[in-house]
């Protein structure tokens, strides 16, 4: 009998719907699997367990939000077990599923999962840390990491947008030199993202024409610093109305450098990254077989 590894956090967004997990492992069962199911209990723990276990598996479902899913991932890949992954999402946002437009829904989720083939899907490597979607620093970032999973998962989007208002009063510029293949960017920020999903914050989005998430690229987008108020607030409509030309440099990339971020933290998949003198960033083509 094949053998599945069920990764759950508990403390995402459907901690009180536990007939999820059941209705999940039904799904499973019936597609002639033998399911195994481990909790995360702290950080770190999804890393963990996929690295210990999914060599012995035929196939790893993780049940989460981003950040287990980021770890779930680190783990199948420091295994080099190569297991394909199965994800149902159970976060407040959910940007990643939402770019791949995977089941939102446990159960449909869970079907979605027996159903279908696995695929290669690239990653990003930050400072020899892995990330799946987004690498970001700057005006909203904070919020990814800081606002109280209690608060998320009773409001969602919306915990993000009370949290993150905070932060427009402690607006701080990023002086940073960013080094690509054939051009060199210098200047002061408001906002740095490095991603592979047309949805990021639950509020940016990118053309679903543009992101492929096998391609060997991710994309770059870099948000000058305003000038004043009025500037800022025209910013921010250009990123709503995805009109990234001006102060708004978007471009896709493969490798790079970026200099000094000694003083600014950076959230990759919506967990805290701190600050580095040089980060270095590179696609990881085709790094793990997952279900989308």
């Known amino acids: 009998m094949k053998k599945l590894l069920f990764i759950i956090n508990p403390k995402a967004g459907l901690k009180k719907n536990k007939h999820f997990i059941d209705e999940s492992v039904e799904i499973f069962e019936n597609a002639g699997y033998k ?3 481990k909790f995360t209990k702290k950080r770190l723990d999804g890393t963990n367990i996929a690295k210990e ?5 035929d196939l790893v479902v993780c049940m989460g939000g981003d950040g287990t899913l980021n770890e779930v991932i680190q783990g199948i ?3 080099e077990s190569g297991t394909p992954l199965g994800y149902i999402p159970a976060g407040s946002t959910n940007d990643f599923a939402t770019s791949l437009g995977l089941k939102t829904s446990p159960k449909e989720a869970a079907e979605y999962i027996v159903n279908r083939t696995a695929k290669p899907l690239d990653m990003g490597m930050f400072n020899g840390r892995y990330f799946v979607y987004t690498a970001s620093a700057g005006i909203f970032t904070k919020t990814s990491y800081s ?4 608060m998320k998962n009773r409001l969602g989007h919306f915990a993000y947008i009370l949290h993150g208002a905070r932060e427009l009063f402690h607006i701080r510029s990023l002086k940073l030199k ?6 060199t960017y210098e200047g002061k ?4 993202a490095i991603n592979n999903a047309t949805k990021v914050g639950g509020i940016m989005k990118l053309d679903e024409n543009l992101v492929e998430f096998n391609d060997g690229v991710f994309e770059l987008m870099l948000v000058e610093f305003p000038k004043n108020i009025a500037e800022f607030c025209h910013l921010v409509v250009k990123i709503l109305t995805q009109k ?3 102060k708004i440099t978007l471009e896709q990339i493969k490798k ?3 200099t000094d971020s000694t003083d600014i933290d950076w959230s990759l998949d919506g967990e805290k990254e701190n600050g580095h003198a040089i980060i270095d960033f590179k696609v990881i083509h085709d790094a793990v077989n997952f279900i989308y």
């Not at 276990?53 to 598996?57: F, I, L, M, P, Q």
């Not at 606002?147 to 209690?150: H, R, S, W």
């Open 35 to 37: 399911v195994g199911i």
């Open 53 to 57: 276990y999914s060599k012995k598996a």
């Open 77 to 79: 890949i420091e295994s």
């Open 147 to 150: 606002t109280p999973q209690q």
């Open 178 to 183: 960013i080094e690509l293949e054939d051009k």
């Open 189 to 192: 920020y408001i906002f740095v």
């Open 244 to 246: 990234f030309t001006g």
């Open 256 to 258: 790079a450098r970026i």
